[in-house]
Every structure is written in structure tokens, then in C-alpha cells.
T-cell receptor
Framework: DVKVTQSSRYLVKRTGEKVFLECVQDMDHENMFWYRQDPGLGLRLIYFSYDVKMKEKGDIPEGYSVSREKKERFSLILESASTNQTSMYLC???????????FGPGTRLTVL | AQSVSQHNHHVILSEAASLELGCNYS??????LFWYVQYPGQHLQLLLKYFSGDPLVKGIKGFEAEFIKSKFSFNLRKPSVQWSDTAEYFCAVNGNDMRFGAGTRLTVKP
């Protein structure tokens, strides 16, 4: 079974703080993704990565950056958190791009 | 641009009722199609997928979906829902990239 883990289930931060969200997968998947999930908007892709040290912008990359130093780990960084980044953040991985994505449990981030 | 549309935001059914959730997409090329489900407090998981072959695909827990290429649709069905089907359902389409619909919240009353 594929397992995708995220470092925190709940996180509360203050405006302007730098925030790190970590994601680790244990199935040697090449591809990893970060989404945010908001009611009525579904999942929106922030960034994705097809290989180590490689990253591509998704639909809503503004205010975010990512890091992939190792194959199994994909980090999402909020350089200066803002209240409109309060959301549920989901990490996913897949073996190859069009295939099934496996999701982590999500991190619910609140920015005050 | 590729997009996915789920017509129903919230569906309320009684147990044993039949279910059909609509999903339409806009993309002219070859697509892979998915339905994911998110049960309360749980992570998103795959319900079923279509890549090629028989356009009627069967998934877990008695769900099925039919790909109708001419209608750009991939509707999810279940003949008789149970209270445990209460969840949020997401359609996703992978053409150039993976795109998710806004989701449909299903509430099944016992």
C-alpha cells in the first residue's frame, strides 16, 4: 500500500511567518503534487514535481515555493503567510503523470 | 483550457435510493478519467478510473461510471446508496494535466 504522510494535521501560524509543509511518500514514486482544497473550489494545483530537484508551477503558485531534494520528500513553503492562505493542503504522489494519485491526510493551515 | 464541471454541489438521498453524479470536462484530446472519494475525516482515495477499453468501469463499493466521449461526460452511479456512502466525491480528468472538479457532497439519510 502506498503511504503518503504529511508532517502536521493542523497548523496555526501568524501573518508574515514562513511556513513549511512536509510530505513524504514511501513507494518510490517519481511524481509529487501539492494542492489546496477549498469548499466549492475543489482541489487546485499549486506545484508539482516529476523528479528530484525539478518543479513546475501549477494553477495557483503565487505566494508558494517548493523543494524536492530527495525523491521521497516534497516540501511546500509559504514564504510569508497571509490570511488568504488559510486552507487545507493536500500532498499526492503517483508513479507516472497520468496515473492514480495517492493522497496524504492533509494539513489544515490557519493563518491568523 | 482544460476544465472539469460537477453539476451538483450537494445531493441528499435516502438509503436505497439510486445515485447519479454528473461530471463533464472540456478537453479535445485523449483523457484519463477518475472519481475520488473523501469520507469524513479521511484522505482522498480512488473510487474508480478509466484509461481505455470498456467505457463502463466498475469501482469499489458498488460504484460504476460511464465514459461517453461524445458528451465529454463521466458520470458516477450507484444503484442503491448506503448511509456509509456519505462523503464528498470528486471527478478528475487528466489530459494535459490533472484537473479536479469542485466536488459533490453526498448526504445519505438512514
Amino acid at each position: 500500500d502506498v503511504k503518503v504522510t504529511q508532517s502536521s494535521r493542523y497548523l496555526v501560524k501568524r501573518t508574515g511567518e514562513k511556513v513549511f509543509l512536509e510530505c513524504v511518500q514511501d513507494m518510490d514514486h517519481e511524481n509529487m503534487f501539492w494542492y489546496r482544497q477549498d469548499p466549492g473550489l475543489g482541489l487546485r494545483l499549486i506545484y508539482f514535481s516529476y523528479d528530484v530537484k525539478m518543479k513546475e508551477k501549477g494553477d495557483i503558485p503565487e505566494g508558494y515555493s517548493v523543494s524536492r531534494e530527495k525523491k521521497e520528500r516534497f516540501s511546500l513553503i509559504l514564504e510569508s503567510a497571509s490570511t488568504n492562505q488559510t486552507s487545507m493542503y493536500l500532498c499526492a504522489s503517483s508513479l507516472f503523470p497520468p496515473d492514480t494519485q495517492y493522497f496524504g491526510p492533509g494539513t489544515r493551515l490557519t493563518v491568523l | 483550457a482544460q476544465s472539469v464541471s460537477q453539476h451538483n454541489h450537494h445531493v441528499i438521498l435516502s438509503e436505497a435510493a439510486s445515485l447519479e453524479l454528473g461530471c463533464n470536462y472540456s478537453y479535445g484530446g485523449t483523457v484519463n478519467l477518475f472519481w475520488y472519494v473523501q469520507y469524513p475525516g479521511q484522505h482522498l482515495q480512488l473510487l474508480l478510473k478509466y484509461f481505455s477499453g470498456d467505457p463502463l468501469v466498475k469501482g469499489i463499493k458498488g460504484f460504476e461510471a460511464e465514459f461517453i466521449k461524445s458528451k465529454f461526460s463521466f458520470n458516477l452511479r450507484k444503484p442503491s446508496v448506503q448511509w456509509s456512502d456519505t462523503a464528498e466525491y470528486f471527478c478528475a480528468v487528466n489530459g494535459n494535466d490533472m484537473r479536479f472538479g469542485a466536488g459533490t457532497r453526498l448526504t445519505v439519510k438512514p
